[in-house]
């Protein structure tokens, strides 16, 4: 059954990825020898836009066949062969099912999957993302013959729509290895076409030492694509998932979380991550989307990438938290909230699933419980956000 898009299709702007899903099950339906569960899918908080869904248990046993990579223990229901179409027999599977699909959609990094959004949403997701991105970057490459792809690092993201690429030059083969990003634009795009083309046109002039540098960067009427380093190591999420491998797909390897960094690491990282974000706010760059995975570590330092979600209108992982925080009204109470989850997980290693918490684990760092406190708990929130260059001057992060 068809669903509502939330966005109107513009300029080849999709709908919010980031926009939780929820289901209930209706009453199963029986076609021949087969059952049919009827799920109602619900996106974000209006009841006006759902839609429902029928699958088989074949369906949900592909799904699970898709993301059990993630090492998550989900309660998928057993196969029967024989009593299948007995009717308590039918209930007590839909209720598993029920179970079965909370548990997924709890979990943020199986929540943002292709497969999941697929299995929901079919028809705003059963779409070949692929082989357009594919498309772009072939006619990218007859425009600017100085580059080759090398390979192609299929999901090793979390955005649907970001598409990752190994190039080097062509000229020098045994050159160091760059990074190709393809993105397409977001709902919340506002910039004009022309301010686009002069974003991308500009954006590999901004420099600091703790942001990944843009060798180039365009704007080609439908997505950017820049070309980056490429960082071996991997992000700070890598860091603290060590047995990860930066080629290997998002779902493999974050779902399980990692361990903490040490308290020096902590106080460094952030205090880097806070210079290069003050930097692209004091430029008038309104970033706020940073996180633990799209920030680098090289040489033992901090490189932030991603600076270009900030004009392509893309949403914050964190956006439907966000959007629930009265207080935060403005990008720069936003990123010091998104500040608030990065240290959050760089602490104890793991994302925080919600938008704040009535206390701080009792585990935590003494010298970050109370910066903690202040971003990510039920009074910090309703109290507002500290300013960046408030963060900067704590001893905290000298």
């Known amino acids: 059954m068809a669903s509502a898009a939330v966005f109107e299709e ?32 619900q996106r974000g908080w209006s009841k006006d836009d759902s839609w429902g869904v ?66 929901l949403d079919p028809d705003n997701y059963d779409v070949p993302v692929d082989e357009e991105a594919l498309r772009q970057v072939s006619m990218f490459f007859r425009n600017e013959p100085t580059w080759e792809v090398v390979e192609r690092l299929p999901n090793i993201g979390w955005r649907i729509r970001r598409h990752y690429y190994v190039v080097r030059p ?36 901004l420099i600091h030492p703790n942001i990944l540098p843009v060798q180039f960067s365009t704007w080609n009427n439908s997505a950017a694509l820049l070309i980056q380093p490429f960082v071996e190591h991997g992000s700070l999420r890598d860091c603290m998932n060590p047995k990860t491998k930066l080629r290997q797909p998002y779902v493999k390897k974050y779902a399980l979380g990692g361990n903490g960094l040490s308290l020096m690491e902590i106080r460094k990282y952030c205090r880097q991550v806070l210079d290069a974000v003050k930097y692209l706010h004091d430029k008038q760059v309104p970033f706020a989307c940073f996180h633990a995975g799209n920030i680098f570590i090289d040489g033992g330092n901090v490189k932030l990438s991603g600076i270009e979600v ?16 009265k207080k935060i009204q403005t990008k720069e109470a936003e990123a010091v909230y998104t500040f608030g989850h990065l240290l959050y997980e760089l602490t104890f290693g793991q994302m925080l699933k919600v938008a704040c918490v009535e206390q701080i684990p ?23 956000m500290p300013s960046l260059s408030s963060l900067l001057a704590s001893p905290v992060f000298p």
């Not at 080849?12 to 087969?34: A, R, Y």
């Not at 022309?194 to 500009?202: E, G, M, R």
């Not at 009792?362 to 009074?379: F, I, R």
């Open 310 to 325: 900030a004009a392509l209108g893309l949403p914050s992982p964190y956006r439907h938290y966000i959007i629930t925080l």
């Open 10 to 41: 513009r300029r080849g702007i999709q709908l919010d990825d980031t926009t939780p899903l929820t289901c209930s099950f209706d009453e199963p339906q029986v076609e021949g020898s087969h059952i049919i569960y009827l799920i109602r899918v």
């Open 362 to 384: 009792a585990t935590c760092h003494p010298e970050l419980k109370p910066v903690l406190e202040s971003l990510l708990t039920s009074t910090g929130t309703k109290s507002g």
């Open 54 to 119: 029928g699958r088989r248990f074949s369906d949900f046993v592909k799904l699970h066949s898709d993301i059990v990579v993630s090492g998550v223990d989900l309660p998928l229901p057993p196969k029967k062969v024989f009593g299948n179409m007995d009717r308590m027999f039918i209930a007590e599977r839909k209720a598993a099912l029920q179970v079965y699909l909370e548990c997924v959609l709890r979990e943020p990094v199986l929540a943002c999957q292709l497969c999941v959004k697929r299995f």
């Open 170 to 205: 062509r000229d020098s083969p045994k050159a160091v290895k760059h990074m190709l990003t393809l993105l397409p634009p977001g709902p919340q795009l506002f910039l004009a076409e022309k301010d686009l083309v002069s974003f991308f046109k500009v954006l590999p002039n």
